[in-house]
């Protein structure tokens, strides 16, 4: 009991002992050191962020096809901003509270065998992503397959790429399982309209109406094309159906647009001439 009570006696001496003026003093000039170190590297930040948007974005005459890679650059760059200024901030902020970085990083060494084992995925996935950019496989914007997954490219990252699918699904891919990428975005894109037809339609006919309304096409939709169309002719589909096929190519992304208003185009205008479409198959028709 009498040491319990000689304990609580030289606690008691050693907390009136303090020189409390000189401790607050002290904590609060390291307080203000430290918000005004995170406030500095905030503003540095900034200003990086604004000399790579000045530089990649609003620099006057980029031409318009580059829009996608400088997109792509500027997020690169940001990205690896965000990686430098949280590395700084919590280096300085150990460094204002007084902890010894060093000494920490020296007995963090054995730690540092076991994190850089678990860390080779992520310096996979750096090298992955730099051969990505340097070989141009794909950009910010770019519509892209990889692993089975369809969409447009949102983001690229130092560890992932980000992608929209046309369902509006975000999806993280780490930048090392990106093994085959299909590009759909780097060059002209076929178009291909497939009319369903009987096998006693006037091909005669058809032929005549659909180059007529080739030639009227609206100024805007023969610019959007990059060849001209061609009419292939009658075919036969996997499953039997007989169909007219129309072809072109066009600029990448604007295909399935031109696709779908050609398709409307020719099928009014066959309509109008009285040309019966079918609704179904020839193979559900003959059911």
Request: glycine share 6%; charged share 15%; hydrophobic share 45%.
């Amino acid at each position: 009991m009498s040491q319990f009570l000689q304990h609580i006696h030289e606690t008691i001496q050693a907390y009136f002992s303090l020189n409390w003026p000189s401790l607050f003093v002290k904590l609060s000039l390291k307080v203000i050191g430290a918000l005004v170190f995170i406030l500095i590297c905030f503003i540095l930040r900034y200003l990086a962020r604004l000399l790579v948007r000045k530089t990649f974005i609003e620099f006057p005459g980029r031409p318009i096809e580059q829009t996608n890679r400088i997109t792509t650059i500027v997020h690169l760059l940001n990205n690896i901003i965000q990686y430098v200024f949280y590395f700084f901030l919590l280096y300085g902020l150990l460094s204002i509270l007084g902890l010894p970085v060093s000494s920490l990083l020296a007995g963090a060494s054995i730690a540092g065998i076991a994190i850089g084992l678990g860390a080779q995925g992520f310096l996979t996935d750096v090298v992955n992503g730099f051969f990505i950019l340097l070989e141009h496989q794909y950009d910010v914007g770019d519509e892209v397959v990889i692993s089975s997954i369809n969409g447009i490219v949102s983001s690229i990252g130092l560890r992932s790429t980000q992608i929209q699918d046309f369902d509006g699904v975000t999806h993280y891919i780490p930048n090392r399982q990106i093994l085959i990428v299909s590009n759909k975005s780097q060059h002209e894109m076929r178009i291909t309209i497939d009319i369903p037809i009987y096998p006693d339609s006037p091909i005669d006919r058809i032929r005549s109406i659909i180059k007529k309304s080739n030639q009227e096409l609206p100024l805007e939709i023969r610019q959007a094309l990059t060849q001209p169309l061609k009419q292939i002719g009658v075919l036969f589909t996997n499953d039997s159906a007989l169909i007219y096929r129309i072809t072109s190519f066009s600029r990448a992304g604007d295909q399935y647009t031109l696709q779908s208003f050609l398709l409307e185009r020719y099928m009014k205008a066959l309509s109008q001439e009285g040309i019966a479409l079918p609704k179904l198959t020839l193979g559900d028709r003959l059911k």
